[in-house]
C-alpha cells in the first residue's frame, strides 16, 4: 500500500489579524472598514523590488514578507511603521481616492524611478516619497502633500509616538522624534477626524 503524498497549500491572501487592527486604530481610529482589508502575497515584481502595493484598498507585499511576517503588531520597527505606510493607501482608498491613477501620475513624474537626497529620508529616496517638514513643505497642509508622501509622514507620527520600545535606534526613529513636532501640526485635523475626505491628497 501507497502512503499518500501530503499536500500543503500555502494561502496566498489573509485578512488583518485583530494585533493590526488594533494598532492601525491608533492611527485611523473607525475611518476604515478593516473587515474589508486583505493582504496578498505578490508576484515577481513585488519580490524584485521589495515593494508593496496597495492600489485598491487591498495591500500586496513581496512573497518574503508575506509568509515571513505573519502578524505586523509582532514585528520589526521598520516593518511595523511600513504596514502603517500601507495603511495610509488604505484609507485614502476607502475614503475616495483614486490611488491606481495617483501612483500612476507618480510613475510618469519619475517619483518611482528617481532617487534623490531627501532632507526628511535621507540619501537614495525615491522623488515620490520625499519630504523637507522643517524647510521647504514647513507650510504645506496635510492634503497638499502628495499620496505617497502621506503615507511618509503618518510613518513618522506613528513612530514617534508608538514605537519608542522597538528598535529605538532604528535611524527612521530616531528622525521621527526630531520631526514629531512638525509632523503634529500637518496632522492636527486628520488625527482629530480621519473621517474628513477633504484631507486626501490632491496630487
Keep these: 500500500m501507497k502512503a499518500k503524498a501530503s499536500v500543503i497549500k500555502l494561502g496566498t491572501k489573509r485578512k488583518l489579524t485583530p494585533g493590526e487592527i488594533a494598532m492601525s486604530q ?3 481610529k473607525d475611518a476604515i472598514d478593516y473587515s474589508k482589508v486583505w493582504i496578498h502575497i505578490g508576484g515577481m515584481i513585488h519580490t524584485k523590488t521589495g515593494n508593496a502595493m496597495t492600489p485598491a484598498g487591498e495591500i500586496i507585499l513581496p512573497r518574503d514578507d508575506y509568509l515571513n511576517t505573519p502578524d505586523y503588531s509582532t514585528a520589526t520597527g521598520e ?15 476607502q475614503m ?9 501620475k507618480q510613475l510618469c513624474k519619475g517619483g518611482y524611478t ?23 513643505d514647513l507650510n504645506k497642509k496635510f492634503n497638499e502633500f502628495n499620496f ?37 501640526r500637518i496632522l492636527r485635523d486628520f488625527l482629530l477626524n480621519p473621517k474628513n475626505k477633504n484631507l486626501l491628497p490632491r496630487s
Excluded at 528617481?114 to 521647504?136: A, M
Aim: charged letters at 20%.
Design 26 to 28: 491608533l492611527i485611523f
Design 79 to 93: 516593518d511595523r511603521h511600513w504596514f502603517i505606510h500601507e495603511m495610509v493607501h488604505v484609507w485614502q482608498y
Design 96 to 104: 475616495g481616492a483614486s490611488n491606481g491613477w495617483l501612483g500612476i
Design 114 to 136: 528617481t532617487q534623490v537626497t531627501s532632507v526628511d529620508s535621507g540619501k537614495g529616496e525615491l522623488k515620490s516619497y520625499d519630504t523637507d517638514i522643517t524647510g521647504r
Design 148 to 184: 505617497e508622501q502621506q503615507g511618509r509622514i503618518v510613518e513618522f507620527w506613528f513612530d514617534a509616538m508608538y514605537l519608542q520600545h522597538v528598535n529605538p535606534a532604528r535611524k527612521h526613529h530616531q528622525k521621527s522624534l526630531t520631526l514629531v513636532g512638525y509632523v503634529e
